[in-house]
Nanobody, 117 residues
């Protein structure tokens, strides 16, 4: 089992920045890929950034150049630095972890990000 706890959401003005954190606990050695997804009201959840255990990253086109994903394996924590935020970034952001082998999905409880225009 893996537990994920997000923090760092809040209210920010457009063009502002926020940094989200996701602390993993439990069977962390089973984790392969971690990522951040978001879900806006009335929309499907979308994956915005991923990072592998070796540090390879990928981003959705909508956030490329503005968001940066990183992970500190010593602290069992993943981050999402979000710059140049737009009102359309408003969503609940979820931390995700996928295990090796069985590729089981784990999700955090989510943290609200609201960008005011």
């Amino acid at each position: 089992q893996v537990q994920l706890v997000e923090s760092g959401g809040g209210l920010v003005q457009a063009e502002g920045s926020l940094r989200l954190s996701c602390e993993a606990s439990g069977n962390i050695f089973s984790i392969n890929v971690m990522g951040w997804a978001r879900q806006a009201p009335g929309k499907q959840r979308e994956l915005v950034a991923t990072i592998t255990s070796s540090g390879s990253t990928s981003y959705a086109d909508s956030v490329k150049g503005r968001f940066t994903i990183s992970r500190d394996n010593a602290k069992n924590t993943m981050y999402l630095q979000m710059n140049s935020l737009k009102p359309e970034d408003t969503a609940v952001f979820y931390c995700n972890a996928v295990t090796k082998g069985t590729k089981r999905d784990y999700w955090g409880q989510g943290t609200q990000v609201t960008v005011a225009s």
